[in-house]
């Protein structure tokens, strides 16, 4: 397996611009989470799906943030419009969530640069 | 909801000593915790795992400790190698809510 793909690993725009983020899970995994990592807030958790279905998007900064998953290889997190403080590196992780398997597998990160 | 607090937030270490690292949690309920390793520029990655039912774990160099009653789990590890410099997340988790928490992370340097 490839593990979780993420795309692109990097995005630099300018402020105000729509960014889209993409994320393909393990195929078989059931859970799908997206992260944002910054030094000053650490690793914070934006949203999570459970078999396509968003569980809890508190983590979600504001209006201008939005997460699909329309289907069970495919999730897309998008921003717009695009401020400086949205950049940060993005992880999208999946998991099989059973009862005997909590471990996520995180993807490579997608570097988002907002100017 | 669930909070966990890591401390220190930086550790360093002279090469071949341990190193220990320890978080706390809120919720009594929760029955996974989980720590990640995540080297410069990389993916967080597991690196071990307890549960609730098993109060320590060894994997080689590195262990978990878990005392429920106090509400508190611990990363060891042993002779420590230059390739143990990363930044250690502990997580909790709760099989209902199906999400990870983690804590604030800490920086490791290993010195040589």
């Known amino acids: 397996d490839a593990g979780v793909i993420q795309s692109p690993r990097h995005e630099v725009t300018e402020m105000g611009q729509e960014v889209t983020l993409r994320c393909k899970p393990i195929?078989?995994?059931?859970?799908l989470f997206w992260y944002r990592q910054t030094m000053m807030r650490g690793l914070e958790l934006l949203i999570y799906?459970?078999?396509?279905?968003?569980?809890?998007d508190s983590g979600m900064p504001e209006d201008r943030f939005s997460a699909k998953m329309p289907n069970a290889s495919f999730s897309t997190l998008k921003i717009q419009p695009s401020e400086p403080r949205d950049s940060a590196v993005y992880f999208c992780?999946?998991?099989?969530?059973?009862?005997?398997?909590?471990?996520?597998?995180f993807g490579p990160g997608t570097r988002l640069t907002v100017t | 909801g669930e909070n966990v607090e890591q401390h220190p937030s930086t550790l360093s270490v002279q090469e071949g000593d341990s190193a220990v690292i320890k978080c706390t949690y809120s919720?009594?309920?929760?029955?996974?915790f989980p720590w990640y390793k995540q080297e410069l520029g990389k993916r967080p990655q597991l690196i071990i795992d307890?549960?609730?039912?098993?109060g320590e774990k060894k994997d080689q160099r590195i262990a978990v400790t878990l005392n429920k009653t106090a509400k508190h789990f611990s990363l060891h590890i042993t002779e420590t190698q230059p390739e143990d410099s990363a930044v250690y997340f502990c997580?909790?988790?709760?099989?209902?809510?199906?999400?990870?928490?983690f804590g604030s992370g800490t920086r490791l340097s290993i010195r040589p």
């Open positions: 992780a999946s998991s099989p969530w059973t009862s005997r398997a909590y471990e996520q597998y």
């Open positions: 195929s078989g995994h059931n859970s």
């Open positions: 799906f459970n078999n396509n279905v968003p569980i809890d």
């Open positions: 919720d009594s309920a929760s029955n996974y």
């Open positions: 307890i549960r609730s039912n098993v």
């Open positions: 997580a909790v988790a709760y099989s209902s809510a199906s999400k990870i928490i």
